[in-house]
Structures are given as C-alpha cells and as structure tokens.
C-alpha cells in the first residue's frame, strides 16, 4: 500500500514558485487599476484563482465586489471595473455590451480587461469593433501552469482538446511554447527531449526556438529534470476512454474533480452547505490510497480503522482537560480518516457487495442535540450492514463531545466531512445502480482484449437503448471503434440510427465531429483500405496539397489499436489471478486487464533513450513524421545546439564539446516531466508514478488539463443551447 | 565595473580591444608554482564588464594576448602559434610565428595597430624580435634590434590597473573602475574654464539665465553679437558636447547651440543635426549593457563592430545605396559581415533597404532574419502578403497569422481569398473558427467554394435548430442540410434529416392535437410522452413509421409503465407476445419501484440463466440457493452465499456448504 519511493529517487522541484509568480503578476495588474474596483471573474477562471488568490488577498488590493461573467448582465455602482477572462469572443461581446450600455446612460468608468493566460487579436478585434476598444486597457495574466499537486501541473486549458484535435485551431501551441519556456527558466534546462504527435513536434520547435532567442542563464545551470516527453492525447485515445478504477480516478470520473478539489453539493452532504475537499499529496491519508486500485482500499482502511480504535481506546479515562489535549493532537489525522472510510463504503456500493446506510441514519447523525447513544446506535446499526467498523460511531460520539465542549468549534466541520461522504456514496450507488458496473467494466476487458465483439456491441445497443447515459454510449461506441479500428458498416449505421432516436438528430453534428477527430469511425472495405493508404501518404509528403487536413481526419486516422497491442504487448498474459495488491506491472490501474498505451510508449522510448526498435509502433501510430528524440547540450554556455533526430534511428550526431560523461550524467538524471498535449487521466498519472516507484524515476506531469473519458465526449459532443 | 573577478588582474593576462571595445581575461596563466593540469578559463568582458563568454582554456601555455583592428582575439603562446578567436570566444583560425620562434620560445609579444592592420610583435627567447605587421597578410620579419620607446604617461592610481592605448587618450581599468584619461579638448577647455569668457562659454551662460527667466539672458547675449562671435560660439558648444560623456551635460550645450543659433540669420543647420546623430549613437553603445565608450573622435575611425552596421544604417551611410551590386550580393555580404550576432536585426536593415526603394533586396535580407515573426510586417509592406502568410503560420504565433488574414481579406477578392486559404490549412482552421463566432455567412461561402458537402450539410442542420425558430423554417433548413448530405454521398445523414423532418412535422401535429410539449424531443422521448400521456395507439403508429426495433420499444414501454405504476398494463404488457428482453429487466424495474409483489411475479418467468439473480433479486435467498446447487455452478453459490447475512440464512449457508464439499467429493 502506497509503496515508498526507491531510495535513490530524486527530489522533485518546488513547483510553489509558479504560484507566488502568478500570484504577484496579479496583484501587479490589479494595482494598475488604483482605488475601488469590482472584479468580473470568468468561471472557468474562479477555481485556478482561488489556488493562486483567496478573497482576503483581492480585497487587500481594492477589490471590492466579485462578479461572474455570465449571460446577464450585472448591475455594479463602482467607478472602475476590472475583467478576468480568458480569451473568448463571446467574452468580449459581454464586456461590449456592458460599456455600451454605460456609455449610453452618460456613464464614464475606467474598465480594464485582463486576459489570462494571454490575449487573442481577435479578440482586441471584436472590441474595436464594438467601438469600445479606446474604453478598455488590456492587460495579460500570464498564468499558464498551476501546480495541482507536488507533481502535477495544469494549464486548466480543457478547450485545448477541442480547439486543437478536432478545429485544427492551434493558438493554444504558443501558449504551451509559453509555458515550457517559463518552466525551463525556472527549472531548466532539460537535456534530453522526446515526443511524438503533430503538436507535439510543433511546440517542441517553436519551444526550442524561443529557447535560443532568449539567452538565458539557464543554459550554464546544471540540469535537474533530464528528460521531457510530450505527447499528443490522440496517440492514445483508449486510455483516456476507459473507466477508471484506480481510487483518484474513480472519484474523477464519478465526482469530477476540478481544479483538484471535490465540491459536494447539498444532495450528498445532505445539509445546506455544499462542501469543498482538496485532494492532494498533504492528504496523508488521500496519498496513501490515491493510487491504488478501488478493490484493495478496504483492507488498508480495516488496519487504519483499529489502529483508529486503539487510540480511542487510549482516550478512555480522560478529563476534559486531558481530551481536550488529545484532540487537539489527534483530530487532524482523525479527520483524514473519517474520509477514507467514507470513501471506502462508495467504492464498495460499486462493487455492489455491501448496502450502503439508509439515508435516514446518517441524517439521524447530523443532529448532535439528539441522545449522543442514538447516535452512536445508529453509527453501530450502519457499521453492521455495511460489514465495517465500529470506528464511524466512536467518531461521530468523539465529534459531539466536541459540539458539547465548543473549544473548537472549527472541529465540527469533520461532521460535515463524514455526512458528505455517506452523501456521496449513495450517489455513487444512484449513478451506478441503472446498469452494473461490473458488467461495464466486463465488457470494456472484451472491447481491449478483442474478444466477444457481437456480445460487447450488443451491450452497446442495449446501453443506448434504455437510455443509460448519453456520454456513456458515446465513449462505449468510440472505445469499440478505436479498438476494432473503425466499426464495420452495418454497426456504424445502426448504433448511430439508435443513438440518434435516443438523443436527438444534433448528434448526427457530433458523429461528424466524432469522426473527424477519428474516435468513431467507419471501417474502410478492406481492398480499397491500402490504396487509400498510399493515397494519403502521397498526399503527406505534397505538402502543398491543401485537403490535407480533411483527408487526414477521414482516413490516415486508422488506429490500429490491436496491431499496437500486440506489438508493445499492452494486454498482459493471464496466468493465475492478478494480484492488485502487488501490482507486477503498469496494468493494475485496469485491474491488470490493460496496460495504458500512453504510459507503455514513455517506458519504452526511456529505456532506450530513443525510438529506436520502436519504428513500427510509431508508423502504426501514423506518427512516422511527428516523433522524434532530441539531446541539448546545456553545458557549452554559449551557442547551444539542438539535435533533432526525425524518424526514429537516426544516429545523433553531437556538434558540441559535450564530453561523453556530460551526456551520460544527464542520461542518468532521474526526475522526467511528461507534457501531455490535449489532457491526461488520473489513471495515466497513476500508472507512471508506479512505473516511477520500479525504477527509481520522478514523473513530473504537465498537462493542458486533466482529463476523463466523460471530459473528452462532452468536448466532442453538440448540444442544443 | 560589472565583473565580479575572483583574481587580481595581476594575476591575469588581459587585453583591451581598442575603440572602447571588449576586454578579455585569461585567468590563472602558468606560472610555475602550478600545476600543469589546471586549465586557465579565458573569459571576455565588455568595456562596462559584462561577461560575453567564458570557455577552458584548451590548448598550451599562453605568453600574451591582444585585439586585432578586427575584433578579433589574438593569442600568442610561448611555442609562438597564434590562435585566433572572435568575440564570442568562437575559434576562427591559427597560424605560426615561424620556425626561429619555436626554437627560441616567446619572452614577450604584444599586438600593434598600423594602417594596414594590425600586427603582432614577438620578442623570442633569443632577444630579438620577430614582427608581422599585418596578421591578415602573414609576412614574418625579423628585426635587429630594439624600436624606439614608446611616450609614458604620469598619473596617480589606488589600484592595480591595466591601460589601453586609444586614438585619443588612455584606457584605465582595475577591478572596480574604468575610466578614461585624455587631453581636454580644445572647445570644452574654453567653455568650461574658470571664468572664461569664450564665446562658448557666454552662450552657455545666457541659455542657462533664459532658462531662469532672467533678464541676465539678454547682456551675455548682446555680449557675444557686440563681439559678432555668435556663430562661433554655436559651433563651441555643438563641438563640445560632443566631447561630453553624459547626456545631460550634452543636452544643455546643444540646447544653448540651439538657443544660440534663433538668432543668426543663415547658420547652416548639418552641424547640429549630425552632432545630434552621433551623439544619439553614441550614447546609445555607451550604455551600460552594450558598454561601449567610445568618443567622438573614435567613432569616425571604427566601423567594423557589427552593431556600425546598424549604425550606418542609422547614419545613412551607404551600405545598401549601392545600387548597381546584384541583390544576392549585398544580401550576402551584408550577412557575411554581421554573422548571426545577436541583437543585429535584419528586419531592420530589410527595412532599411526597403525604404531605398530596394523591395528584392529586402526581402533577400529578410531570408537571414532567424525570427520569422519578425519578417512578417515588412513583407505586408511590401505587399507580399501570400509570403507573409506562409511566414506567420512557421511562426507558430496565430495572431499573427490572423493579421494577415485579415490583411489578405481586404487585399484579394473573396475568390483569391479562398484559394490563398485552401492551400494553408492551419490559417483556414482559424479563419473557420473566425467565421464560426463573427461570420457565419461566410463560413458557408467557404464550404461552397470547397464543394465541402458534408460541412454545408452541418451547418444548415445546426441552423435547423440554432438559428431558425419557424417550423417552416427548420424543415427548410433541414431540407438543404439532406440535398447537401446526398451531394457529400452520405446517404445516412441525408436519411436521417429526412427522418427529423418527417418527425417535426408530426411533433407538431402531435401538439396542436393533444396539446403538451412536443417538439425537439427526440424520438425515443416522443414515443415515451405519448404512452405515458395514454396515447398508446399513437405511440404503436410512431414506432412503425419510424421503424423502432423491438427491443427499444420493449425497453421503453417497460420503463414508461414503470414510472406511470400502471402494474395492470405491464402485466398485459409483458404478456402480449415472448419478450425480447427478458424477464428480468422486468423485475429489477418492479424492485426499483419498490414492488416486491409485482416483481415475484416476472422472477418466475425469467429464465434459467438469470434465475439466481431474479430470486436473489426478490429476496428469495432459500430458492436462489436451490437453483444454484441445481445447476451446480460454483459461481452462483458463491453469489447466493455472499446475500446470507441475515439472521434466518444460516441453514441456507450451511446448505450451499453441503452442496459444495459434495460436489467436491465426486
């Protein structure tokens, strides 16, 4: 259970720099606007600020009121108002509208928009336009990389899916050169570079180029991250589609992490108050379980829970004095623990093995003024059925003592903790009751492994039939097609027809977008399939040719899931049972059934510092001409080269004085940060902090978002508005 | 000084390039009390001490070094071979000093300055001295004997220091300073001398009272005129302030020239406009980072630093007038002389050139620029916008691309337009994303000139619900979204928009006959509202018209019932003809609604493969058991054993127990 780190295993930087950096560059842009101002929050932007900014800290700077920036137009007395947006047209409508109609009541104010991460031609266009470009300044909140957690960075940039995979819309590239830039001042440089994907490549060469214009210091340091890899999410589109079983990706996909936090709403807290958990390495507790599969967490917690019971046991005999001592010493772990095992009975309930408490108790349980032994009942009542402990009850008494002795009040709000979670699981048990998660899970094993293709597509239909969920069809259809390399005619035709009965003839736009991103395609006759083939590649080396784009969309996509399968051996062989309490390799965050395609590429191409024996992978990834290896001599001062090795095999060739132990030193630097180009999974994630743990590395993840199979079918899908 | 040295320059060779140009370092040279194996570092500075490069020094034991007229770094080692180096510390080449030197070894060796260059001065271990006046035009002679001593210089210092020979005065440096150490200037003694009373001096004086608003202004100035000196002392001051050093100091001379100078009828203005150039230049190299201090007198001598170009640029001078040399040529040479020195910007020479009415030209320069961004302005100046273009989209940056679109957009008709966007799919994406919030008009004309079908067929289907409000309208809209499907030959959206028109115009039948909300639901919503609504035989009509399959309507009609607990009409339901779903949805649907009654009774009908989890489904542990060890199947017993929790399971437990170590035993 969460196995430590090798000893050798280097240190990760301190990524807390990037936030007082984009903290201060705020506080900066705020103080360019003197005095009282009200602040209209774009609300995309409000969960990143909240990490880099509190409240207290915007009214230290003069922020008076906070707004967001929705359709209606808001009614604000101040004299000066500021604007924090991303850079989206509609965005400027609504600040032109709202300028307008103060101009058209005789009003003058002093408006200011700032646009983070940067802003867009287009957009200072639109408000030319609208005539009231000469009313605004515009300014650029350079926040672009939020540290989510010790090893995790996000550009909170989930549009860039779309934009870029599906409208070829590249302006968020040069956000990412931005980004990389930024990172490699502060932690650079970073010898050696891999990559593969269009996006990749092109941000790796712009990156590099704005590398060598600037001549920073960084070059004379030397280097601690050894290696990058980027990577392009259409490399890998399985991974991302599957259903996540891994403890922090199950509470992704079931309860949307966002920004690296959980809000409960009022249905699971069953209260008033909504309530807002962080998730992150400083949860002792959290961290331990994060990464582990949803099936082992119950043995954890039983140890944890009568290790819980001993140190009760300890409290016995107390005096008030005394227990006030003990839970100001002890409260802060008991806390984290209440939430484990919360958290624990809703990973059961879906495994639907145990019943989850009636709502009634735990409701029972929220009002202390009741006999604290009713509770404690209660608390008993439940930990029977539900096979568990008898810590929950000694909790809930412990908390009420707490109410009784308001010493602490602050305390109470683990209360809230514990309601939340039992909110939350039968939620869970809600979302998951319609169709069984075991039989979901079954039929995604079929789809990976390529077996039971009829039974696997029939479940499909039945799943979109009874009207299960929309998403859910969705990514079941694509995770059919990718894995079967299209579906076959008859099958396109058909679970589109049904899904279009079940939805809505919109849909018809999101199979074309589904199509043209290659997620759910339509299986080519297989003669005609090589002429195309060689079509598209003729087309590839034109590059002139100007349909490329289309013709790429429609037919190099192929994805040739099973040949890749079987080439880098992603279906582990069965032989006896799985244990996922050792895990043996990166599969067990598909309960050993699958290896993520993503993950198994970066293990690959880090053992042998190239894409060398890799070159019929990268062909059947129709990535040919987008991967690529590159080593940076940062030690030479001066003039620094680049060697770009196109193709995979290529022989480097050094044109510096980098002696051979400069390149071996570098080679041997462990900590490697995976950029991941249109979003990464928490399983991903995962899979590689275990890989880290079996060979010593660090995995520092940067990606423009993190991401779920339910993420990557609502960017696809069309909605009526 | 901005260096932070760790040695005393005692310790060091140094040299000084001469015209307030680099210093170079090299550390730790040999002596003999170290170690042969600790490399030297050879760094170099710029006048105001900011490190330019520092690199190990590789190669033997070096007696002295010196700046050729070049810029370039000559070394000279006690073996006699001299190795030359640029500014950057790059290795340019090496020669020898001949064979009379190796033998004898180098005593001393110092670099000179002669018109034709400069040369090298070796004193061998012989005592005699071999020389080369031009290291650019190698021709070794050896002298006899001593030249004449060199004229020495007096003055008083704190520290260790190194002086530097200039056109026009002394160079001193140490570790903490740098400064400068000439002969007043004629034209600046006269002005600032106490109590002068040179013209100069008078005119600076008046300046300095009109400022004050003093009447005092007025009697230096009659002084001067009665002396009918007043054209001299403009020219004074203009002359001295360029000998000035700090700008403030240069301001005030030129501004008393200029005060000076409203009242002469016809003094020729090139004088003080050309001093105002120089002195620009001047004080912009002399600033601290580029660190260069150089004198008036020195500028005119120095014009081969990289950054004179840009100079020369600034002054005119007629570098790219030369209008008979091909462009190729000039574009050549003019990148041969300036290399890829950073901070030299070729967009601005291009510029440069353009402005001379030389656009090929330009646009060769504009080949060396290593940032393409940078190109892209001029050359929609020059009206190169399909050029522009293709350099915005290597730029990566899409705002720029999206300039020139723009830029292109009023330039070409709308055809050449499209055509220029077909052919560079990256500008055409976000000119589509554009058109997709600002222009939606466009965006079809776009797909027209395509003959992109399938996207017309998109976008009319997104105005079928998106824009039109009409049903007249979005069946309009949809009828060109399916004629535009066929032509794209993709038959199933074409039947599927025909479908949703055909399914509109009955929704809205629907509405205007039962009343309710009908349109927009999809079919499957439709068919539901109407059997929940009562309206079965019309939801049989829909299901035939549109071909629903069997087992969604049994789905459908399930979960409708279901909701409505019209328990009489699932039954009769269930019963109409062999389902083709199962019983079992049909008692998970009943346990759902918490009717345990209703469920029993479809748990008999479910077959034998689901009949364990029907039973166990129901709460009918005792017979899940008995079918379970009837069909002896492991994998249902242990389902069944893991539903005995409660008090009343345990026989059921222990029989299942039995069954299992019987079936173990055979």
């Known amino acids: ?721 | 000084m901005d260096w932070d040295l760790k040695e005393e320059l005692r310790d060091c060779l140094v040299a000084a390039a001469p015209y307030g140009g680099p210093i170079a370092l090299l550390r730790n040279p040999w002596r003999k009390e170290k170690a042969a194996s600790v490399r030297p570092m050879l760094e170099i500075y710029s006048a105001s001490g900011v490190p330019l490069v520092s690199l190990l020094w590789k190669s033997g034991p070096v007696v002295s070094m010196g700046w050729s007229a070049e810029e370039e770094l000559l070394c000279v080692q006690e073996d006699g071979a001299v190795l030359v180096y640029g500014l950057h510390g790059d290795f340019r080449r090496h020669f020898s000093m001949g064979n009379e030197v190796l033998q004898n070894r180098v005593l001393d060796a110092r670099i000179f300055h002669t018109e034709l260059g400069s040369g090298v001065a070796i004193l061998t271990g012989a005592h005699r001295f071999t020389l080369s006046a031009n290291v650019g035009d190698l021709k070794l002679r050896r002298m006899p004997e001593v030249p004449g001593a060199l004229t020495k210089l007096r003055f008083v210092l704190d520290e260790d220091s190194y002086l530097v020979p200039e056109l026009d005065g002394v160079r001193i440096f140490s570790r903490n300073t740098h400064e400068f150490l000439h002969e007043v200037p004629v034209t600046s003694e006269e002005i600032f001398k106490i109590a002068s009373m040179a013209p100069g001096a008078l005119l600076l004086e008046a300046q300095k009272e009109y400022e004050k608003e003093s009447q005092k202004a007025d009697e230096y100035l009659r002084e001067i005129q009665e002396l009918g000196q007043l054209t001299q002392a403009v020219q004074q001051c203009i002359e001295a302030a360029g000998h000035e050093h700090r700008p403030d100091m240069q301001k005030s001379l030129l501004r008393a020239a200029s005060f000076g100078k409203c009242f002469l009828d016809r003094f020729p203005p090139d004088s003080f406009v050309r001093m105002c150039q120089d002195l620009r230049v001047l004080n912009a190299i002399r600033d601290y980072h580029i660190g260069i201090p150089l004198t008036y007198s020195q500028l005119v001598l120095r014009r081969l630093y990289p950054l004179a170009i840009q100079i020369c640029e600034y002054l005119r001078l007629p570098e790219v007038q030369q209008k008979d040399v091909s462009d190729e040529d000039v574009a050549r040479a003019i990148n041969q002389k300036l290399g890829d020195t950073p901070g030299v910007s070729y967009s601005d020479i291009a510029a440069r050139a353009y402005g001379c009415g030389r656009t090929e030209l330009a646009i060769k320069l504009l080949e060396y620029e290593p940032r393409s961004g940078e190109q892209v302005p001029l050359l929609l100046k020059m009206k190169r916008s399909k050029l522009a273009l293709s350099k915005a989209i290597e730029s990566g940056d899409t705002d720029l691309v999206f300039t020139v679109l723009l830029h292109l957009k009023n330039e070409l008709n709308r055809g050449d337009f499209f055509m220029t966007l077909r052919n560079q799919p990256m500008a055409l994406s976000l000119y589509r994303q554009f058109c997709k919030h600002q222009e939606l008009e466009t965006l079809k004309d776009l797909y027209n000139q395509d003959d992109n079908h399938q996207e017309l067929g998109s976008f009319h289907l997104r105005a079928s619900y998106a824009a039109e409000e009409r049903i007249e309208g979005r069946v309009a809209a949809l009828q060109i979204a399916a004629d535009a499907f066929y032509k794209a030959k993709n038959e199933f959206a074409a039947k599927a928009t025909e479908d949703q028109m055909r399914l509109l115009r009955l929704q809205r039948r629907l509405e205007d006959e039962l009343g309710g909300q009908f349109l927009d639901l999809s079919l499957h919503d439709t068919v539901t509202t109407l059997i929940v609504g009562g309206h079965n035989k019309r939801a049989e009509q829909l299901s035939r018209d549109f071909r629903i399959p069997d087992k969604r309507l049994w789905w459908l009609k399930l979960t409708a019932l279901a909701d409505l607990e019209d328990w009489e009409e699932l039954e009769k339901f269930s019963k109409s003809k062999k389902s083709p779903i199962g019983y079992l949805p049909f008692v998970e649907i009943c346990m759902k609604q918490h009717n345990k009654y209703e469920a029993k009774k479809y748990a008999s009908r479910v077959g034998p493969e689901q009949k364990v989890k029907a039973l166990l489904l129901v709460g009918d542990v005792a017979q899940a058991a008995d079918v379970a060890i009837e069909h002896r199947s492991e994998a249902e017993l242990s389902l069944v054993l893991s539903h005995c929790t409660g008090a009343s399971d345990g026989a059921t437990a222990d029989k299942i127990q039995r069954a299992r170590t019987q079936a173990q035993k055979k």
């Not at chain 1, 944890?304 to 016995?316: C, F, G, I, W």
């Not at chain 1, 008494?397 to 009784?404: A, H, M, Q, V």
């Not at chain 1, 799943?463 to 076959?488: A, F, K, W, Y």
Request: include cysteine.
């Open chain 1, 1 to 721: 259970m969460a196995f430590p780190h090798r000893p050798d295993a280097p240190e990760l930087p301190d990524f807390s720099m990037l936030k007082r950096l984009a903290r201060d560059q705020l506080i900066y842009l705020l103080e360019q606007l003197p005095g009282k101002k009200d602040l209209f929050i774009e609300p995309d932007l409000m969960s990143p600020l909240d990490r880099i900014a509190n409240v207290s800290i915007l009214k230290q700077h003069e922020v008076d009121k906070l707004y967001k920036v929705e359709n209606k137009l808001v009614l604000s007395s101040n004299e000066q108002l500021c604007f924090l947006v991303r850079p989206r047209i509609k965005n400027m409508y609504y600040i032109a509208n709202l300028v307008k109609a103060d101009k058209l009541a005789g009003r003058t104010r002093k408006y200011k928009v700032i646009f983070s991460p940067q802003k867009f031609y287009a957009c200072e266009m639109v408000l030319e336009e609208e005539g009231i470009y000469g009313d605004v300044s515009c300014d650029e909140w350079a926040f672009s990389l939020l540290p989510l957690d010790v090893d995790l960075l996000s550009m909170e940039l989930p549009e860039f899916f779309r934009d870029y995979f599906l409208e070829g819309d590249q302006r968020w590239i040069n956000t990412v050169t931005q980004a990389l830039h930024l990172l490699s001042t502060l932690y650079g440089p970073f010898p050696n570079s891999y990559g593969i994907g269009r996006c990749a490549k092109m941000s790796y060469e712009l990156w590099r180029k704005l590398e060598e214009e600037e001549e920073s210091e960084t070059k004379s340091r030397r280097p601690e991250i050894g290696h990058i890899f980027l990577l392009d999410r259409d490399m890998d589109f399985v991974t991302a589609l599957c259903s996540q079983v891994v403890y922090e990706g199950l509470v992704d996909d079931t309860f949307r992490i966002k920004c690296g936090s959980v809000d409960f709403g009022p249905e699971v807290t069953s209260s008033e108050k909504s309530l807002k958990v962080l998730l992150n390495a400083d949860d002792k507790v959290f961290s331990e379980i994060r990464n582990e599969h949803f099936s082992n967490v119950f043995g954890f917690l039983s140890q944890k829970a009568r290790n819980l019971q001993s140190q009760y046991d300890r409290r016995r005999g107390m005096d008030i004095k005394q227990m006030k001592n003990f839970v100001s010493q002890e409260l802060k772990g008991l806390k984290q623990e209440h939430r484990l095992l919360s958290l624990r009975r809703c990973q059961l309930g879906m495994r639907g093995e145990v019943t989850v408490p009636p709502a009634d108790a735990a409701k029972g349980l929220y009002f202390p003024r009741r006999d604290p032994w009713l509770l404690v009942g209660g608390g008993l009542l439940w930990s029977q059925m539900g096979k568990s402990t008898s810590t929950f009850c000694l909790k809930i008494f412990f908390l009420w003592t707490i109410k009784r002795h308001p010493s602490r009040t602050s305390n109470v709000s683990s209360l809230f903790v514990i309601l939340a979670d039992i909110g939350a699981c039968e939620s869970i048990m809600k979302k998951k009751t319609k169709q069984d998660f075991q039989e979901l899970i079954k039929t995604e094993h079929a789809l990976l492994e390529g077996f039971n293709i009829r039974e696997s597509t029939s479940y499909i239909e039945e799943h979109i039939d009874r009207q299960v969920s929309p998403i859910e069809s969705l990514r079941l259809m694509c995770l059919l097609s990718i894995t079967e390399n299209g579906l076959i005619p008859k099958d396109y035709r058909s679970l589109k027809t049904q899904y279009l009965q079940s939805y809505g003839p919109e849909h018809l736009l999101t199979f074309s977008n589904l199509r043209r991103a290659g997620l759910l395609t339509e299986q080519a006759p297989g003669d005609t399939l090589t002429a195309m083939e060689s079509k598209v590649s003729k087309l590839v080396t034109d590059k002139a040719a100007g349909k490329i784009t289309d013709a790429f969309s429609s037919l190099a996509k192929r994805s040739n899931f099973r040949a890749i399968s079987k080439k880098l051996n992603l279906i582990p062989r069965v032989d006896g049972e799985y244990d996922l309490k050792v895990p043996r390799d990166m599969a067990y965050v598909f309960s050993g059934a699958y290896v993520p395609l993503s993950c198994r590429i970066i293990e690959q191409v880090l053992e042998r510092r190239s894409w060398q024996g890799l070159e019929e992978v990268v062909r059947l990834l129709n990535c040919s001409e987008y991967s690529f290896a590159g080593m940076w001599c940062g030690g030479c001062g001066w003039g620094c080269h680049l060697v770009l090795v196109c193709q995979c095999g290529a022989e480097a060739t050094d044109p510096t004085d980098m002696t051979k132990e400069d390149r071996a030193s570098s080679e041997s630097l462990r900590l490697i940060l995976v950029v991941f180009l249109g979003g990464c999974t928490f399983s991903e994630i995962s899979a590689l902090r275990f890989l880290g743990r079996e060979k010593g590395y660090r995995f520092i993840f940067l990606t423009t978002a993190v991401t779920n199979s339910a993420r990557l079918m609502e960017a696809m899908s069309e909605v009526k508005t």
